[in-house]
């Protein structure tokens, strides 16, 4: 796996990371490869750093203060709060069953204290987050996108930067998928772009095959890549 950073910072001071598996050479104008020894360096500032480039190669990175914080996300009842007023606005429409499954769910959690806090109990209450649009995020919104539910981890306002959306590459930067670790859990599988995202032990996904297969060990590699680390879960047996 080859990780790239953006030569030029944003208008914020940010560079863009990009990271993909059997790269060896960097594959977008105006970027740099991240030599290993720099790449966890790279990925806990995510960008927010100057670069040291000598003779063309990055020789060091320093980090930089970041924007503040933003406010902590919604609460699930706020969340259930804000979709129930916008359907009622006509602004949102959400799949009327997938929404009333995920509020049984959170209903039933809700009675025992139990907190939305894991990637698959998120899924399990998909049917209650919005589709994605252009707007403003911060860090911990939910939306659903492409057949899979997302994650914002780096607040980010598409008026300023509309190449963030779905379709674009940019889009893996700021929002990673969710993973189940149930069958019933299980979304699209989606290529591993960086430590931030990769399958863990015990994880589902849909493959592009139509199967759905269960992760043996953490990998960024899919059931072609790397057979070794994937089962089926219909067999229970390795790919």
């Not at 990271?19 to 927010?48: F, K, N």
């Not at 025992?112 to 994605?132: F, V």
């Amino acid at each position: 796996m080859l990780t790239i950073i953006k030569r030029e910072a944003d208008g914020q001071g940010r560079h863009d990371i990009q990271s993909q598996s059997h790269r060896t050479e960097c594959w977008e104008e105006g970027y740099i490869a991240v030599p290993p020894r720099l790449e966890a360096d790279v990925w806990a500032c995510m960008g927010w750093c100057e670069l040291v480039i000598e003779d063309g190669v990055l020789t060091g990175i320093t980090p930089t203060e970041r924007p503040p914080e933003p406010e902590q996300p919604p609460t699930v009842e706020e969340r259930l709060s804000d979709i129930e007023e916008a359907i009622q606005r006509g602004v949102v429409t959400v799949n009327v069953y997938d929404a009333l499954a995920s509020a049984i769910y959170v209903a039933r959690q809700n009675l025992t204290g139990a907190a939305i806090d894991t990637d698959d109990k998120r899924l399990r209450a998909s049917g209650l987050y919005e589709d994605w649009a252009e707007g403003a995020y911060t860090v911990g919104d939910i939306r659903n996108a492409k057949g899979q539910t997302w994650e914002c981890f780096q607040g980010h306002d598409t008026a300023t930067y509309p190449d963030i959306n779905p379709e674009n590459a940019a889009w893996f930067t700021f929002w990673r998928p969710l993973h189940g670790t149930t069958p019933e859990t299980a979304r699209p599988f989606v290529p591993v772009q960086g430590a931030h995202d990769m399958y863990r032990a015990g994880e589902y996904m849909v493959y592009t095959d139509g199967k759905t297969y269960r992760c043996l060990s953490d990998t960024n590699f899919s059931p072609e890549e790397y057979p070794q680390e994937w089962e089926s879960a219909e067999q229970g047996e390795p790919v």
